[in-house]
């Protein structure tokens, strides 16, 4: 929707970002991506690999912030600790399968390993919760692929528009 900002969230999860044994690099490089597309960065938040305390922050995000849409980033992939699947899908209220799909589909033309991504897309009310992967390189692939049709989807979510046919 042209002209209009969407609230947005980025919710970083990392175990090592949290206790400051590492930097944050995919965090902010996503909120420099959607704010170069006209969003409005609401807030960031920085989480350990806690599904409860994940979870949590999703739920005050949509049901009391009221954003319409957030990038979780890291926690998507085979370690035992990665549960931001998990913790978007027990928030969720919808399924949005074709966001995740789409990622999946444009890193696999990069990298096999695209295929252990566990990634989802979901939604909670008028928000939607896109999980990226943690890597800045697979964070800015993941999203390039799909910020384009956003908008749209957005759009219709929030009710800002009702018409999906060409």
């Known amino acids: 929707m042209e002209g209009y900002r969407w609230k947005a969230a980025v919710v970083t999860l990392s175990d ?21 597309a006209g969003y409005d ?19 005050r995000l949509c049901d009391i912030d ?14 035992p600790r990665d549960c ?8 969720a ?14 890193s696999l033309k990069i990298t096999p390993r695209a295929m252990l991504s566990r990634g989802v897309s979901v939604i909670r009310g008028q928000t939607l919760i896109v999980n990226l992967p943690g890597s800045p390189k697979a964070a800015r692939e993941n999203l390039e692929a799909v910020l384009p049709s956003l908008d749209h989807g ?7 528009d009702g018409e999906c046919a060409r």
């Open 16 to 36: 090592k970002g949290y206790k400051g044994e590492r930097e944050d690099r995919s965090g902010p490089l996503i909120c420099e991506m959607l704010t170069e």
């Open 41 to 59: 960065i609401h807030e960031t938040v920085l989480l350990p690999d806690e599904r409860e305390e994940i979870e949590k922050s999703l739920r």
């Open 66 to 79: 009221r954003v319409d849409i957030i990038f979780t980033t890291g926690g998507t992939g085979f370690a």
């Open 84 to 91: 931001a699947p998990e913790a978007a899908m027990s928030v």
């Open 93 to 106: 209220e919808r399924n949005a399968p074709g966001i995740a799909e789409a990622m999946r589909l444009a």
């Open 154 to 160: 957005l759009a219709i979510l929030t009710g800002r």
